[in-house]
């Protein structure tokens, strides 16, 4: 199915830095979700969003839903050693059947 | 709360064998259940839809007749992977969802490496 764009494809980055990522569509959606998958398992859900503008925390990660309806953002603060993982953005649109559409992931690497 | 389980983790099987994958809510409703196949460093591609009782929904591409889906409960659904070939191997993970608050997403279980010799 369609996939939503989703950048960076990777990310290194050193212990205690911050991480940004986007997601971003050509079309609406009324839900934002973000999700970490660990090598082997299957993807847990970190933050969902679904009001236009919406800014959400999770511990140190925080999750805004664009003003547009058509992009998401996810920030890591201080990053730590177990923020490894691959990063997907879902979205769900109206009238879908509940199916979400995904991006193609954001590897993230944190060296000590 | 929200816990999705699927068994077997892993299973290694002999082309031409058919393989049932389960898929268990533990300790919420799930109205709907998705599945979905993963391959190495790529993102979820989505399979199927399912709901309780009702017939799947499969997405386009994807061959009924060889993935045969049943949701029999609100806790559980199977994929059976019919006559399987290498080709079939990959990482195939499902989703629960719930219906309704919280519940109202998708939470995924842990997976199931599928390697067709």
């Known amino acids: 199915g369609q996939q939503l764009n989703q950048s960076p494809q990777s990310m290194f980055i050193q212990e205690g830095e911050d991480v940004s990522m986007n997601c971003t569509s050509s079309?609406?959606?009324?839900?934002w979700l973000w999700y970490k998958q660990d090598p082997g398992e299957g993807p847990v859900l970190l933050i969902a969003?679904?009001?236009?503008?919406e800014l959400t925390s999770n511990g140190r990660l925080t999750a805004q839903f664009g003003i547009t309806r058509k992009d998401s953002f996810l920030n890591i603060s201080a990053s730590i050693p177990s923020d490894v993982g691959i990063y997907f953005c879902?979205?769900?649109?109206?009238?879908?059947?509940?199916?979400?559409?995904f991006g193609a992931g954001t590897q993230v690497v944190v060296t000590p | 709360g929200a816990v999705v389980s699927q068994h077997p983790s892993w299973v290694i099987c002999k082309s031409g064998t058919s393989v049932k994958i389960e898929c268990r809510s533990l300790?919420?409703?799930?109205?709907?259940m998705f599945w979905y196949r993963q391959f190495p460093k790529q993102s979820l591609m989505l399979m199927a839809t399912s709901n309780e009782g009702s017939k799947a929904t499969y997405e386009q591409g994807v061959e009924k007749d060889k993935f045969l889906i049943n949701h029999a409960s609100l806790t559980l659904s199977t994929l059976t992977v019919t006559s399987a070939h290498p080709e079939d191997s990959s990482f195939y993970i499902c989703?629960?969802?719930?219906?309704?608050?919280?519940?109202?997403?998708?939470?995924f279980g842990p997976g199931t490496r599928l390697t067709v010799l």
């Open positions: 879902a979205g769900r649109q109206t009238d879908s059947w509940g199916k979400l559409q």
């Open positions: 079309s609406i959606f009324n839900t």
């Open positions: 969003l679904y009001k236009a503008g």
């Open positions: 989703s629960a969802r719930g219906g309704g608050g919280p519940l109202n997403e998708q939470f």
């Open positions: 300790d919420f409703q799930a109205t709907t």
